[in-house]
């Protein structure tokens, strides 16, 4: 599972842009969680958040544990 941060809430005519992904909300910031398919799944959900004008805070493994 991966956990992508991005600064303020996302607005909500773009959440279905990010379809099939968990989001949640959180001081100010959009945490959006996926399992990545791979490295290039996860390249084009940062170039969707670069495309649409958004600040990305970090991307983060999460790891069960």
């Known amino acids: 599972m991966t956990e992508i941060i991005i600064e303020e809430d996302l607005d909500p005519k773009w959440e279905d842009c990010f379809d099939g992904m968990t ?8 945490i959006l ?9 996860l390249h084009g959900i940062l170039n969707l958040i670069l495309d649409l004008n958004l600040k990305l805070i970090s991307v983060n493994s999460l790891e069960a544990g």
Not at 33 to 41: P, S
């Open 23 to 30: 989001i949640r909300y959180r001081d100010n910031q959009t």
């Open 33 to 41: 969680q996926v399992t990545l398919k791979d490295k290039a799944h």
